[in-house]
């Protein structure tokens, strides 16, 4: 009998940032009608500690972006989940980040909540690694018997970061 799952090659995986399209309507509204819907323009104050969803890269001081929530496990079930996400401005006028069989730039200075997913939504396993650690790990989770997807969070704040697919 053949698996649902086929079996994949070893370090096969793309890590995709969100689609910059629902975020862009979002940086030309003032500021009661971002609050109206719970989120804050910011400026990052330091070069470091503001991740962008879309970039995958941390904005650079000085940079204006978007403190959102964002349902990033849209799944019905117990691990229907959302949480706070930074937009960079500039992600506006580009294509999501992506990223086949390497990391993304913010990674490696972050520890890294990986969690793995089944195609119901049901989470499978997870693991904490360093970032700069990740890719046998990921792999690893992908690799694992009805594992379809992977999130990643960054570990001490708990947001979310990204997804990961098989490549």
């Known amino acids: 009998m053949a698996s649902r799952f086929p079996q994949r090659d070893a ?12 975020f862009r309507p979002l940086f030309a509204l003032d500021a009661a009608a971002l609050a109206a819907r719970n989120i804050r323009r910011v400026v990052a104050d330091a070069d470091r ?10 904005a650079q001081q000085g940079e204006p972006l978007l403190l959102l929530p964002y349902l990033h496990h849209d799944v019905a079930g117990p ?5 706070p996400i930074y937009v960079r401005e500039a992600a506006l006028h580009i294509h999501a980040a992506e990223y086949h ?6 990674f490696p200075r972050r520890l890294l909540s990986l969690r793995a997913y089944d195609e119901d939504g049901l989470m499978r396993d997870a693991e904490v690694v360093e970032g700069a650690n990740a890719s046998p790990h990921l792999q690893r989770l992908l690799d694992a ?10 570990a001490r704040p708990g947001c979310y970061a990204c997804r990961v697919d098989p490549g």
């Open 11 to 22: 370090m096969s995986f793309v890590i995709r940032g969100l689609s910059p399209e629902p």
């Open 101 to 106: 069989d390497t990391l993304p730039p913010s």
């Open 145 to 154: 018997p009805g594992v379809a997807y992977l999130h990643v969070h960054n």
């Open 79 to 83: 691990y229907r989940a959302s949480g």
């Open 49 to 58: 500690g503001f991740p962008c969803r879309v970039t995958l890269q941390d």
